[in-house]
């Protein structure tokens, strides 16, 4: 499912923090968003997943207006996973997971069969079905990350919205996740802090700095040591992934490079 942002504006507070933001996310693709701190990337996503209404423009799926939609269809098309989540209650896993599928669930009580079997498949595609029967509680925070992104998988939706999804977890599961994704199927558009996995798995990649979008693109065009050095302050040096050959950085303080340079003209 194609999604769709339309110069769109948030304001929180009574300060704009996103501003007239255009970005399109074609069916299938993997869109990640970057941008320092404070940029206004979660900020964005939380109106993409209704969180947030907009000051102004719009949020399209297959172009219907998401703020339109009604919250059962609108869960149906789309599932989000915050930044920060948090539970008060100790449900299990499975109870969880489950709770993905409430959007489709029918009038009555009990959990179809069929259900419970696309709930036991995404806890197993997270590398998690032991969890099941554990209190979600007791779990670590990348146990709880992995869970999180099965109830999103669980939920089948056609466009997944994801703020740092990679949060907690260690690397061989920041690679799984990721690519488990994307062999799910739906539209992902992603906040992601690490840019060389967005580099090795985003088909787009749209910078936003100060609230606004400054560069767009494939990984390759947009990650460019002059863009890196003056969004995110750092000095870059590309390499290619020896088996992908996806550009990849590696990062020196931009005022170490400055030093070096200095030394070197000095007479």
């Given at each position: 499912m194609r999604l769709d942002i339309e110069d769109l504006s948030v304001e929180v507070a009574g300060a704009r923090l996103v501003h007239d933001i255009t970005l399109t996310a074609a069916e299938g693709q993997v869109v990640g968003l970057v941008g320092p701190n404070g940029s206004g990337k979660s900020t964005l996503l939380r109106c993409v997943y209704r969180a947030l209404r907009p000051a102004a423009g719009r949020?399209?799926?297959?172009?219907?207006?998401?703020?339109?939609?009604?919250?059962?269809?609108?869960?149906?098309?789309?599932?989000?996973?915050?930044?920060?989540?948090?539970?008060?209650?100790?449900?299990?896993?499975?109870?969880?997971?489950?709770?993905?599928?409430?959007?489709?669930?029918?009038?009555?009580?009990?959990?179809?069969?069929?259900?419970?079997?696309?709930?036991?498949?995404?806890?197993?595609?997270?590398?998690?079905?032991?969890?099941?029967?554990?209190?979600?509680?007791?779990?670590?925070?990348?146990?709880?990350?992995?869970?999180?992104?099965?109830?999103?998988?669980?939920?089948?939706?056609?466009?997944?919205?994801?703020?740092?999804?990679?949060?907690?977890?260690?690397?061989?599961?920041?690679?799984?996740?990721?690519?488990?994704?994307?062999?799910?199927?739906?539209?992902?558009?992603?906040?992601?802090?690490?840019?060389?996995?967005?580099?090795?798995?985003?088909?787009?990649?749209?910078?936003?700095?100060?609230?606004?979008?400054?560069a767009s693109g494939a990984p390759h065009d947009v990650l460019t040591p002059r863009l890196l050095a003056e969004v995110f302050g750092v000095s870059a040096h590309r390499v290619r992934h020896p088996r992908t050959g996806a550009v990849q950085l590696l990062f020196d303080r931009l005022r170490d490079q400055l030093h070096d340079q200095e030394q070197e003209h000095r007479p």
């Open positions: 949020v399209l799926l297959a172009g219907d207006d998401l703020h339109a939609l009604g919250a059962r269809e609108g869960a149906r098309r789309l599932a989000a996973l915050p930044q920060e989540s948090s539970a008060e209650f100790d449900f299990t896993v499975a109870e969880v997971v489950a709770m993905g599928r409430l959007p489709h669930r029918r009038r009555g009580p009990g959990t179809p069969s069929d259900a419970r079997a696309v709930c036991a498949d995404a806890l197993a595609r997270v590398g998690a079905a032991h969890l099941a029967e554990r209190g979600f509680l007791s779990l670590s925070g990348g146990e709880r990350q992995r869970v999180l992104i099965a109830r999103a998988l669980a939920q089948q939706p056609r466009v997944l919205v994801l703020d740092e999804p990679t949060n907690h977890l260690d690397i061989a599961h920041q690679l799984d996740v990721l690519t488990l994704v994307r062999e799910a199927g739906p539209t992902v558009l992603a906040a992601l802090h690490d840019l060389n996995l967005a580099a090795l798995h985003c088909d787009l990649l749209y910078v936003i700095a100060r609230g606004r979008i400054v």
